[in-house]
């Protein structure tokens, strides 16, 4: 099982930055292939955001936040991170962070964080 903690969530104005935090925890981190971070808006569906490869080079991200959002890893910390800046308000979502073990579908996480608040005020 890997357990997965966020934070830095909160409230910011457009054009504003947050930076999100996802501590990972558990025996069987060495399975994991990929972390990343999804959101969801009120009446929307789950969507992805960003990912990044817990092992080696590589990074993808939703085309609404190329250019703006940037996830990376500390290894040595077990943590991703998601630097959101030039936030919109349509940007406000929970953002959940997820990781996906080898040989799983990157689309369907099998673990997921609680989830943190992130709203954009115009």
Not at 18 to 29: F, I, N, P, Q, Y
């Amino acid at each position: 099982q890997v357990q997965l903690v966020e934070s830095g969530g909160g409230l910011v104005q457009a054009g504003g930055s947050l930076r999100l935090s996802c501590a990972a925890s558990g025996r069987t981190l060495s399975s994991i292939r990929f972390m990343g971070w999804f959101r969801q808006a009120p009446t929307k569906e789950r969507e992805f955001v960003a990912r990044i490869n817990w092992s080696a080079a590589g990074t993808y991200y939703a085309e609404s936040v190329k250019g703006r959002f940037t996830i990376s890893r500390d290894n040595a910390k077990n943590t991703v991170y998601l630097q959101m800046n030039s936030l919109k308000p349509e940007d406000t979502a929970v953002y959940y962070c997820a990781a996906v073990e080898y040989g799983s579908d990157w689309r369907r996480p099998d673990y997921w964080g609680q989830g943190t608040q992130v709203t954009v005020s115009s």
